[in-house]
Antibody
Framework: QVQLVQSGAEVKKPGASVKVSCKAS????????LHWVRQAPGQGPEWMGW????????SYAQKFQGRVTLTRDTSISTAYMQLSRLTSDDTAVYYC?????????????WGQGTMVTVSS | IQMTQSPSSLSASVGDRVTITCRAS??????LNWYQHKPGKAPNLLIF???NLQSGVPSRFSGSGSGTDFTLTISSLQPEDFATYYC??????????FGGGTKVEIK
C-alpha cells in the first residue's frame, strides 16, 4: 500500500524547534520529490519546500529560508522537516506530500498531517 | 503568483451542478491542480494540469481553463463531495501557491 505516515502531534514553546518525520512505503522512495506544506487554522495551504530524496537536494520557500531544514534517510525511506525559532504563527498542521511525476510540483499523495502547536 | 478562488463557500444540494473558479494573478498556462480536503484527512488530488482527471477520481469531477482563469465542476454533487476544494499553481516554484479554498456545504 502506497502511503506516507507522519509522526505525531507536537506542542512547543516559542523559540524552540520541531522536527516532523514522514515515512514512505509502497513505492521507490528515491523516485519522487517530497514537498512540505502547512495549513494554519482558517487559512489555505502554504508550500514550504521540497527535497529530492535521491540526491538530498532541497529548495525552500523564501519565507522559510534560514528557519526550515529538509533532510532524508534513504535507509528507512523517511523524510524530515525541522522548523526552528518557532512562534505562535507557526501553529499549523504540517503535511508531507509526494510529487506526482518525480518533480512536476503536483501532489498526488499526502501524509495524514502533524499538528504543531506553539504556545507558552 | 496569487491564486484567488470564488466563492469562498457555497451551499448546494445532492444532485446539484457545482462550479468553483480560480484566478491566477498572471498567466500560468495549464499548470493548475485541484484538491479536495475533508476535515482530519489528507488532501486528495482531483485534477492536474487544469483538465486531467487523477486516477481513481469519479468522472463527475472535471476541470477547465488556461492562462489565468480556471474552473472545477462537479456535475452532480454527491454526499461524499462535501469538503473544501483548493486550487494550486505549479507554474512557478518561487513559491508554489494555493488558493484560499472553497467550502462546499449541504443546503
Amino acid at each position: 500500500q502506497v502511503q506516507l505516515v507522519q509522526s505525531g502531534a507536537e506542542v512547543k514553546k516559542p523559540g524552540a524547534s520541531v522536527k516532523v518525520s514522514c515515512k514512505a512505503s509502497g513505492y521507490v522512495f528515491t523516485g519522487n520529490y517530497l514537498h512540505w506544506v502547512r495549513q494554519a487554522p482558517g487559512q489555505g495551504p502554504e508550500w514550504m519546500g521540497w527535497i529530492n530524496p535521491k540526491s538530498g537536494g532541497t529548495s525552500y520557500a523564501q519565507k522559510f529560508q534560514g528557519r526550515v531544514t529538509l533532510t532524508r534517510d534513504t535507509s528507512i525511506s523517511t523524510a524530515y522537516m525541522q522548523l526552528s525559532r518557532l512562534t505562535s504563527d507557526d501553529t499549523a498542521v504540517y503535511y508531507c506530500a509526494r510529487d506526482k511525476s518525480g518533480a512536476d510540483d503536483t501532489f498526488d499523495m499526502w501524509g495524514q498531517g502533524t499538528m504543531v502547536t506553539v504556545s507558552s | 503568483i496569487q491564486m484567488t478562488q470564488s466563492p469562498s463557500s457555497l451551499s448546494a444540494s445532492v444532485g446539484d451542478r457545482v462550479t468553483i473558479t480560480c484566478r491566477a494573478s498572471q498567466s500560468i498556462s495549464n499548470y493548475l491542480n485541484w484538491y479536495q480536503h475533508k476535515p482530519g484527512k489528507a488532501p486528495n488530488l482531483l485534477i492536474f494540469a487544469a483538465s486531467n482527471l487523477q486516477s481513481g477520481v469519479p468522472s463527475r469531477f472535471s476541470g477547465s481553463g488556461s492562462g489565468t482563469d480556471f474552473t472545477l465542476t462537479i456535475s452532480s454533487l454527491q454526499p461524499e463531495d462535501f469538503a473544501t476544494y483548493y486550487c494550486q499553481q505549479s507554474y512557478s516554484r518561487t513559491p508554489l501557491t494555493f488558493g484560499g479554498g472553497t467550502k462546499v456545504e449541504i443546503k
